[in-house]
């Protein structure tokens, strides 16, 4: 029998970290729990979980700074907790590298389902990480898909990509020249639909055309209004 996914729950506030752990252990999860910084800091240096669920509004490092901080190090999923209302936090927590997000107050089905869909949109990442060949070339760039590293053949940059940033452009490598609408997006990032006016899958987007230094104007990535986006390289393998 596999092993249970390992979440590490960043909250402040006792009652929630209790009620998440209370929770994820029921839903068959192994569960560490940080109040703080660092407390997670602490926890990470003995064992990586599969999964972090992180408060934004933390005492000491919030949020942001801490998933700021993890992506230098990690391409572990990443779930935002935000406020409600507050669509800022979201859109700045995918910008920092934050995979998704969710709202407070949320229901423990809703919790579990985002989880659940992140994980396994990381083990199939994993998975077809195996078949992939030795590099992929597009533009000035070459990716090696085993490492998950961008290299610029020209300046010879290297960028390491997070899980979410990763899997928005394979999804684009794999379908070259082809319209992808902001569900198909947010299934290969998230592995669910986008919500209703959602703004996120515009920030993964906007966040990757950063990391490929594409200014949008018909260079790597096209802007279909309305519609979605167009990934125009053409792309080479390397077995």
Known sequence: MASAKRILVVDDDVEIRELLQAYLTKAGYEVMAAQNGHEMQTKLAVQYPDLILLDVMLPGDDGFTLCKSIRKDSSVPIIMLTAVSDE????????????????????????????????????????????????????????????????HVVTGMEIELSASDYALLMLFID??????????????????????????????VSRLRQRLRDTGKANLIKTVRGAGYMFVAEIQYES
Do not use: C, M
């Open 175 to 204: 379908h070259p020249h082809q319209l992808l609408d902001r569900n198909a997006i947010s299934q290969a990032t998230r592995g669910r639909d986008a919500q209703a006016q959602e703004r996120g899958i515009d920030v993964q």
């Open 88 to 151: 800022t936090d979201q859109i700045v927590g995918l910008e920092l590298g934050a995979d998704d997000y969710i709202a407070k107050p949320f229901s423990p089905r809703q919790l579990i389902a985002r989880i659940r869909a992140l994980l396994r949109r990381t083990q199939q990442l994993q998975e077809t990480t195996l078949s992939r060949p030795k590099a992929i070339r597009f533009g000035q760039w070459r990716l090696e898909p085993a490492t998950q590293q961008l290299h």
